[in-house]
């Protein structure tokens, strides 16, 4: 039976805890994971995503089985036509691409992101139309050290509480949709609910949306 969602997965080794979009977890059923070798961090997150080596992906995503297809970066928005074209299933390359969609019904969106700065050097023209603010976790945040790291363990607890304090500090009141471009940040969504009464949106709620069902609920 072919799986329900393929995963692009950038070759790392740190934990996928449930809710992140590379955790089996996160999903109500089977899932596929294609690691795509020497897609480091390092290389993916980029504020010139131009530069990027797609043909790993646009490979994987030839060899894909699941019935939809996602990324595990959202630096990769850069590349979302380009992958589309390569099968006719759904390919969801980054959750930037609900900027334009929430633009359509009025809001411009918080946008919470692993590294500020790479994003908008390599994405000006859609934040700049699209988002109300740009907000990325410091150097010394815990899970940005250990994504940039590839660290095998981690203190979700630990991270948890800086990704709260984060938004609750800097996300302004007049804020109606947060979005979460990084894939590794769903995990947290609950506990961001605490301190942001709006609505979130992020690579799971992409999924969702284009096969109903296939992620648990918990996680939307």
């Known amino acids: 039976m072919r799986p329900a969602l393929t995963i692009l997965q950038l070759d790392t080794h740190f934990p996928r805890v449930p809710g992140d979009v590379a955790c089996a977890e ?22 010139r995503p131009s530069s990027i080596d797609i043909a790993p992906f646009a490979e994987a995503v030839r060899r894909a089985q699941g019935k939809i297809i996602a990324t595990s970066c959202g630096f990769l928005a850069h590349w979302q036509d380009h992958l ?20 359509s019904r009025g809001h411009r969106p918080s946008v ?50 800086e990704i709260t304090a984060l938004v609750k500090d800097r996300v302004t009141s007049e804020c109606q949709v947060l979005l979460l471009e990084c894939t590794n940040l769903p995990p947290y969504k609950a506990a961001l609910r605490h301190v942001f009464k709006g609505q979130i949106f992020d690579i799971l709620t992409g999924i969702e949306a284009a096969r109903p069902g ?4 918990r996680f939307l």
């Open 112 to 161: 919470l992101t692993f590294d500020a700065e790479k994003l908008q050097a390599g994405h000006p023209e859609v934040l700049s139309k699209y988002a109300d603010q740009v907000i990325g976790l410091s150097p010394d945040m815990h899970l940005r050290q250990v994504i940039e790291g590839d660290a095998t363990t981690f203190d979700q607890h630990r991270a948890e509480t």
């Open 26 to 47: 996160t999903y109500q059923e089977e899932i596929e994971i294609i690691r795509i070798p020497a897609a480091s961090v390092g290389r993916i997150v980029t504020d």
């Open 214 to 217: 296939t992620v648990r609920p």
């Open 84 to 103: 589309q074209t390569s099968c006719t299933r759904p390919v969801i390359a980054s959750a930037l691409l609900a900027l334009s969609d929430l633009a």
